[in-house]
């Protein structure tokens, strides 16, 4: 691990780069360069506490609820010279709360006139004085607004996952591949990729320490996340923007939203999506919207190797949040530790130190920092980086996985590939969306995912 007192200057930075590989500058995006990846050994990544610095880049954020605040200090804490200048969201009121954090907290005051308020304010924010846009709105908006910066020719930060449906997902991958085309800079909310120790843990595998991969296992249970109660007076597209969590046409569903960075992390570890999935799931407590609050998915790989990923959102009951891949020499939990068969620990992550010692049991950065770290250096060193068909692989296993559990059926990627499956209105007004069905999808009797499905479920 390189942990530096000061940010490197983008001469030193390119050093590096020419010494160990273009990953190891840039850590989380390429692990390796493709010089590298016909040696028998992989060298261990390189990381950075801050990106180099560098001319002021200006960034626009497009979305500006809880999460979009907070990747906007993720950005300006990343390295010097970064500003936020323009604002977008669909209600003023999170556009003032992020604007208050930003001055408070940051010292940074976002003109008015760089604030847009509505349904077209990713366009104006777009089309305002910016470098760098972060897409930090609901997931369904994703594609779009993809879409529309790549066009833009401006470098992205997009949280995940990239959309709730097939279209949506086919769209982002396509602007991906314009994106990387075009020379631009694509990073992905998806953390644990950007996340020291378990990067430092996927090298110990790659390099053989619990020998071919045989299956994976992946949770992530935990209580109930938010939810919005409807007000007087809110129509029924302000009611569920205020609740996008729990609509699938919003947030894809927990199976998307959640199970994204289970699907992602065992995907890097094996190096290929799963392409087949049966899954169940259903609802005990969530109080608004459409969505399951559990579902249990097994999915297979093209050679037949098995990954179950469970995901629960309930109060009140035991929770569980990790990883276990097990190989033909041994097992890891993907994050900091390694075990041979026999259940003896052989290789344990070191965490930095505190004031007296102790290890910290955290990496010294941030995944959320870290993986803007990586996105502004790589910017900074000219380095290709383009996250978007891995994070849209991860995003459409999720959709995946979720039509098995609400259809009853056995779900495939080429299934996935080739279905017109939409979900949302088609046109975005305040007001009432007939589109949208409230009912639970029941499986066995939901619509076959072929069929253009709008939102009703």
């Known amino acids: 691990m390189?942990?530096?007192?000061k940010p490197k200057t983008r001469r030193e930075f390119l050093g590096d780069a020419a010494a160990l590989g273009l990953a190891g500058a840039v850590g989380a995006?390429?692990?390796?360069?493709?010089?590298?990846?016909?040696?028998s050994r992989y060298p261990a990544p390189v990381f950075y506490d801050s990106a180099p610095d560098g001319p002021v880049l200006k960034a626009g954020l497009?979305?500006?609820g809880g999460r979009g605040t907070g990747a906007a200090f993720n950005f300006l804490r990343s390295g010097p010279n970064l500003q936020i200048t323009a604002l977008g969201d669909v209600f003023q009121h999170r556009i003032d709360r992020c604007r208050t954090a930003l001055r408070d907290r940051a010292g940074v005051d976002v003109p008015?006139?760089?604030?847009?308020?509505?349904?077209?304010?990713?366009k104006k924010v777009i089309d305002s004085d910016v470098d760098v846009i972060l897409h930090v709105t609901p997931q369904h908006f994703r594609p779009q607004h993809f879409e529309a910066t790549v066009q833009a020719r401006k470098h992205i930060f997009?949280?995940?996952?990239?959309?709730?449906?097939?279209?949506g997902v086919r769209t982002v991958m396509a602007a991906g591949r314009m994106a990387e085309s075009a020379g631009l800079v694509v990073v992905a909310g998806t953390n644990f990729r950007h996340q020291r120790d378990y990067l430092t843990t996927r090298n110990m595998v790659r390099n053989g320490a619990i020998g071919d991969l045989v299956s994976a296992n992946a949770w992530d249970v935990r209580g109930k996340i938010w939810h919005v109660n409807r007000q007087p007076g809110w129509s029924d597209m302000e009611a569920m923007l205020r609740d996008w969590m729990n609509w699938n046409w919003l947030s894809g569903g927990d199976n998307v939203d959640i199970a994204v960075h289970q699907i992602d992390m065992v995907s890097l570890f094996f190096g290929k999506h799963p392409v087949k999935a049966l899954g169940f799931g259903g609802r005990h407590r969530r109080p608004t919207g459409n969505i399951y609050d559990f579902y249990s998915v097994e999915y297979e790989f093209d050679d037949g190797r098995i990954f179950n990923c469970k995901t629960r959102c309930i109060d009140g009951c035991d929770n569980k949040h990790g990883f276990m891949i097990f190989g033909t020499k041994?097992?890891?939990?993907?994050?900091?530790?390694?075990?041979?068969?026999?259940?003896n620990l052989i290789w344990e992550y070191e965490y930095p130190l505190d004031e007296e010692g102790r290890p910290t049991n955290r990496v010294a950065i941030s995944s959320y920092d870290e993986e803007h770290i990586n996105f502004v250096t790589a910017i900074r060193t000219n380095t290709p980086l383009n996250q978007t068909h891995?994070?849209?692989?991860a995003t459409m296993c999720g959709v995946m996985g979720r039509e098995?559990?609400?259809?009853?059926?056995?779900?495939?990627?080429?299934?996935m590939m080739a279905s017109n499956l939409r979900l949302g209105p088609a046109e975005y007004a305040m007001g009432p969306v007939p589109e949208i069905n409230p009912a639970l999808p029941i499986p066995g009797t939901a619509p076959d995912i072929e069929r253009t499905r709008g939102g009703n479920w």
Not at 2 to 5: A, T
Not at 112 to 122: L, R
Not at 330 to 343: F, K, L
Request: hydrophobic share 30%; proline share 4%; charged share 20%.
């Open 112 to 122: 008015e006139e760089n604030c847009f308020v509505g349904f077209d304010a990713y």
């Open 29 to 39: 995006g390429y692990l390796l360069s493709s010089c590298n990846r016909g040696r």
């Open 404 to 415: 098995s559990a609400i259809t009853g059926r056995v779900v495939t990627w080429d299934e």
């Open 62 to 64: 497009v979305g500006c």
């Open 390 to 393: 891995d994070l849209a692989a």
């Open 330 to 343: 041994g097992y890891t939990n993907c994050q900091n530790r390694i075990w041979d068969n026999d259940g």
């Open 158 to 167: 997009i949280e995940k996952p990239c959309a709730v449906d097939p279209v």
């Open 2 to 5: 390189n942990n530096n007192p």
